[in-house]
């Protein structure tokens, strides 16, 4: 588990998920620190299919310069295996800074928007994680 004060990332192996907890605003260098700890923290779920799991609903509007580095990130996870993210949000103005993200990253397709954890975690148990 890795936890920062703008990031909590848990692997569930059981489940081959990633869970996420995002907070507060972010600037490139978290940005950055986040994508780096998330490799390390996947390391046993590259080699199957996995999903994730992100929390985005305290997570706030950010600098511009994080789009192009989560959406370097969400491409790093579509080629290493992700095959379901999903994403809780409920806050529009995020939700479209989200939508540029998914379109870096190529994985706009692949993406699920979801308004809480538990409808999400029900999508991840009926799609077999």
Avoid at 16 to 22: P, W
Avoid at 42 to 62: E, F, N, Q
Avoid at 79 to 106: A, C, E, Y
Wanted: proline share 3%.
């Amino acid at each position: 588990m890795s936890f920062s004060m703008n990031y909590a990332i848990e692997t569930v192996i059981e489940r081959k998920v990633m869970r996420e907890k995002i907070y507060g605003i972010w600037k490139e260098h978290t940005a950055r620190s986040y994508h780096e700890d998330f490799i390390r923290e996947a390391a046993s779920l590259i080699k199957s299919l996995w999903a994730k799991l992100i929390d985005l609903r305290i997570w706030r509007p950010s600098y511009p310069e994080i789009t192009e580095v989560i959406g370097r990130y969400l491409k790093w996870c579509k080629d290493n295996g992700v095959v379901v993210p999903i994403n809780v949000i409920d806050n529009p103005v995020t939700h479209s800074q989200l939508k540029r993200m998914f379109n870096i990253g190529g994985t706009e397709e692949i993406s699920k928007i979801f308004r809480s954890v538990d409808e999400a975690d029900k999508y991840l148990s009926q799609n077999g994680f």
